[in-house]
């Protein structure tokens, strides 16, 4: 909706104390979601749990928070990993399910997990191999959910480069612009 629900400079550093403009560049700032009741900061120095909608924060050890990495191909309670094996990546559920997801494309590339029952991915259409997006392929942002394998679009993504706020997430970038990547 867009509505603010927590306005904080916490576990950003003091300009007074520290040196922001060379610890900055040193650090991953990174705002999470452990579920749609609670976000988690990682800043400079301590890390923050926030309950949502209103906002009371506590500090919490990010190693202790068992808050997922995005990079983890688990969510987040376990009950879901992303399966590279094979010739196309699958959703496997802790009981063996192999789900295949409906991105309406030939080839995808499942990312990381945003909440227990989601998951970004990128649906590749048009020429190009495994990943590689070919001279005149598309690649959409999407997110697909679990048990349904339904996959939707992400509005505006389509040829796009797509920033993350923390460089853990992959190289911190997707790149939706075309062309074969490296």
């Known amino acids: 909706s867009g509505t603010r629900v927590v306005d904080t400079t916490d576990g950003m550093g003091n300009p007074r104390k520290d040196d922001l403009a060379h610890d900055y560049p040193e650090i991953y700032l990174s705002v999470r979601f452990l579920d749609n009741t609670s976000a988690f900061v990682e800043g400079l120095g301590d890390d923050f749990r926030y309950a949502l909608p209103?906002?009371?924060?506590?500090?919490?050890?990010?190693?202790?928070?068992?808050?997922?990495?995005?990079?983890?191909k688990t969510n987040i309670d376990g009950t879901w990993t992303i399966d590279e094996r094979g010739e196309v990546e699958v959703l496997l559920s802790a009981d063996g399910e192999r789900l295949r997801p409906r991105t309406g494309t030939p080839r995808w590339d499942l990312a990381?997990?945003?909440?227990?029952?989601?998951?970004?991915?990128?649906?590749i259409s048009g020429t190009g191999s495994g990943e590689g997006v070919g001279p005149d392929g598309t690649a959409n942002l999407i997110?697909?959910?679990?048990?349904?394998?339904?996959?939707?679009d992400v509005a505006g993504t389509s040829g796009q480069l797509i920033?993350?706020?923390?460089?853990?997430?992959l190289n911190g970038y997707i790149d939706l612009r075309g062309g074969e990547t490296p």
């Open 54 to 72: 209103g906002g009371e924060g506590e500090p919490v050890d990010a190693i202790d928070s068992g808050m997922p990495i995005p990079r983890d």
């Open 163 to 169: 920033r993350f706020p923390s460089e853990d997430s």
């Open 112 to 123: 990381w997990w945003l909440d227990n029952e989601t998951v970004l991915a990128v649906a």
């Open 143 to 152: 997110t697909c959910r679990v048990p349904s394998g339904d996959c939707e």
